[in-house]
C-alpha cells in the first residue's frame, strides 16, 4: 500500500501531483512551458492519469495556489476548460473534476495587476473564468453539480462577498476531507487584518493558498505541507495566527515544498541585492522561519526550482537553500531541488516521494518507470467524496 507526491520539473515553477491509495490524483498548480530544452511534463503528466468511462484522461482535483503565470501556464492549452459536454475526444485534453481555488487570492492579484499597469496572463483569465463558471453554475442550481462542474473556494471572501455560497466555502484553518485517504488543513490566504498592510499593496504572492495534506496510507498519516510562492509576510502572519492560538501542530510535516521556488523573500524583508551593494548581512526573519520549522524526524524539504548555484540569483537563492538545510540536517532529514533529479540520460524527470506507513521516501531516478498502462476508472458522481 503506497501514495506518491511527485514534484514535475518545471523550472521556478510547481507542478505537484498527488497520488493517494485509493488512486485519487490531486494536482496543485501548473508550468507547462514549450521549447526542446524544457522536459515534456505534459507527457510525464499523463503518463501518470487514469481515463474515466467516457475515455478522458482526467484529475480529480486541481488545487490552484494563485494566478501567477508560472502557477498556470498551459491551462487552456492541455486541460478542459467549459462545460463537461464540450470536451472532444480528438482534442484529448485532460478532464477537471473538481477545482478547488481562493477568491481572495485572484482579487487581489487582480486589482494590484490594474494598479501597477500590469497584464494578467491568458492562462490565469482562462482558468479564473472557468471557475466562475463553476460558481455561477452552483448559485444558479443551489446545489452541486456533475464532475466537471465541481468547485470549492478556499478562504471566506471579505465584506460577505462569499456568504451566499457557504456551502462550498472552506473556512481558514478548517480541515477539508478530500478523500477517504487524504484530508488538508486550510493555513492560508491570510485575512488582510493579519498581513498588517494595505490590501492595494499586497502581491499574488503575498495571497497564496496554503495547505497542509494529511496523506493517509495504512492508517498512518504523512503531512505534506506546501505554501505556494508565500512570501515573508505571509509567513509571519501565519506563524503569528498558529503561535497565539497554541495550534502550531498544523504545522508540522514529513514533506515540506519551500515557498515561491527556494526564494530569500519568503523568509526575510532583506533584499539580496541591497545587502551586497551596501556590504550588509541580509537577516532571516525568525517568525517567517519559524512556521517553516516545524519538521518531523527525517523530513524531506523538496524546492520546485532550477538549479540551485551559489551566485545573485533570487529564486532560487543559495543563501535560502543553507538555511532549509539546516531545518533538514536538525532532524536527520534532507533537502531536494528538482532540477537536481535526473535519470540515466541526464534528463529531467519527476522528483517522485514514496509514501508508505512507515514514511515518506525519495523514490531514486534509476528506479522510475512510466504508468503508460492506467486502465479506465469510472468518475465518482459525488465528487470523489470531497463534499460536506
Same mark, same amino acid.
Given at each position: ?34 521549447? =526542446?530544452?524544457?522536459? !515534456? ?24 495556489? $494563485?494566478?501567477?503565470?508560472? $502557477?498556470?501556464?498551459? *491551462?487552456?492549452? $492541455? ?5 463537461? &459536454? ?43 473564468? @472557468? ?62 487584518? @493579519? ?16 495547505? +497542509?495534506?494529511?496523506?493517509?496510507? #495504512? ?30 501542530? !498544523?504545522?508540522?510535516? #514529513? /514533506? ?10 519568503? *523568509? ?12 550588509? /548581512? ?17 523530513? *524531506? ?7 540551485? =548555484? ?7 537563492? $543559495?543563501?535560502?537553500?543553507? @538555511? ?9 532529514? &534532507? ?13 529531467? *524527470? ?20 512510466? +504508468?503508460? #498502462? ?15
Amino acid at each position: 500500500m503506497t501514495a506518491t507526491i511527485k514534484f514535475f520539473p518545471v523550472g521556478n515553477g510547481d507542478m505537484t501531483l498527488i497520488t493517494t491509495n485509493s488512486g485519487k490524483n490531486i494536482l496543485i498548480d501548473c508550468n507547462i512551458r514549450s521549447g =526542446k530544452e524544457c522536459p !515534456d511534463v505534459v507527457k510525464q503528466l499523463r503518463e501518470c492519469l487514469p481515463r474515466d468511462s467516457k475515455n478522458r484522461l482526467f484529475v480529480d482535483f486541481f488545487v490552484w495556489s $494563485h494566478p501567477d503565470e508560472d $502557477h498556470c501556464k498551459g *491551462i487552456k492549452e $492541455h486541460f478542459h476548460l467549459g462545460e463537461p &459536454s464540450g470536451w472532444k475526444k480528438n482534442d484529448n485534453k485532460i478532464f477537471i473534476n473538481e477545482v478547488y481555488s481562493s477568491p481572495i487570492v485572484f482579487r487581489r492579484a487582480e486589482k494590484n495587476s490594474k494598479k501597477n499597469s500590469l497584464t494578467l496572463c491568458e492562462d490565469a483569465k482562462a482558468f479564473n473564468k @472557468e471557475i466562475k463558471r463553476r460558481v455561477n453554475l452552483y448559485k444558479k442550481n443551489n446545489k452541486l453539480g456533475q464532475c466537471g462542474d465541481l468547485v470549492k473556494v478556499l478562504g471566506e471572501d471579505e465584506k460577505g462577498k462569499t456568504d451566499d455560497i457557504q456551502s462550498i466555502v472552506h473556512k481558514l484553518d478548517s480541515e477539508i476531507k478530500m478523500t477517504s485517504d487524504l484530508s488538508v488543513k486550510l493555513l492560508g490566504p491570510s485575512p488582510i487584518s @493579519e498581513l498588517e498592510t494595505d490590501e492595494d499593496k499586497l502581491s499574488s504572492n503575498e495571497s497564496s493558498v496554503m495547505m +497542509n495534506y494529511a496523506i493517509k496510507v #495504512n492508517g498512518c498519516s504523512t503531512q505534506f505541507f506546501t505554501l505556494g510562492d508565500a512570501e515573508v509576510a505571509c509567513n509571519e502572519a501565519l506563524w503569528k495566527r498558529k503561535s497565539d492560538s497554541k495550534t502550531t501542530k !498544523d504545522l508540522s510535516y #514529513n /514533506v515540506l515544498q519551500v515557498p515561491h521556488h527556494c526564494s530569500w523573500r519568503s *523568509i526575510s524583508h532583506d533584499s539580496l541585492k541591497e545587502a551586497k551593494k551596501n556590504k550588509t /548581512v541580509a537577516k532571516v526573519s525568525n517568525d517567517a522561519l519559524s512556521a517553516l520549522n516545524e519538521a518531523n524526524n527525517s523530513a *524531506i524539504i523538496v524546492a520546485s526550482c532550477n538549479e540551485i =548555484k551559489n551566485d545573485d540569483n533570487n529564486p532560487p537563492a $543559495h543563501k535560502a537553500k543553507k @538555511e532549509y538545510e539546516k531545518i533538514a540536517n536538525h532532524v536527520k532529514g &534532507s533537502f531536494k531541488c528538482v532540477d537536481d533529479h535526473k535519470n540515466s540520460k541526464k534528463e529531467n *524527470i519527476p522528483l517522485t516521494i514514496v509514501i508508505e506507513s512507515s514514511g515518506a521516501k525519495v523514490k531514486s531516478a534509476a528506479s522510475l518507470s512510466a +504508468n503508460s #498502462n492506467a486502465t479506465p476508472q469510472k468518475v465518482n458522481r459525488d465528487g470523489s467524496g470531497g463534499y460536506a
